[in-house]
């Protein structure tokens, strides 16, 4: 995610239930679409919107035994396309796959 990558994040919105037709409708005036594939409640929508936004943009990290952080495997690119950010997210955070979270990217 570099200078001009643009993107919509729709958070517990009814509109995100159809991210490719947005991806699609919005021609290249955007990169990437994110949302959910259906009705969520806001509280943990937040959570899933937050988590996915960290990891888009600063990257993901673990705890360490001892409690250091420790960066993962394949994080010496600090931001990441919102695919990769999703799948993340997804593995980390159950609740985010039962509220249909979703994100796709142009390219």
Request: proline share 3%; charged share 25%; aromatic share 8%.
């Amino acid at each position: 995610m570099s200078h001009g990558y643009r993107g919509i994040l729709l958070g517990c919105c009814e509109i995100g239930r159809d991210t490719a037709g947005l991806l699609e409708a919005a021609d290249d005036r955007i990169d990437w679409v994110a949302g959910y594939t259906r009705e969520v409640p806001c509280v943990e929508s937040t959570i899933s919107d937050l988590l996915f936004l960290q990891y888009a943009v600063v990257g993901r990290t673990q705890m360490a035994l001892g409690g250091k952080n420790s960066k993962r495997s394949g994080m010496s690119n600090v931001r990441t396309r919102p695919e990769r950010a999703a799948r993340w997210l997804l593995k980390d955070f159950p609740l985010a796959t039962e509220l249909g979270f979703c994100a796709m990217d142009r390219q």
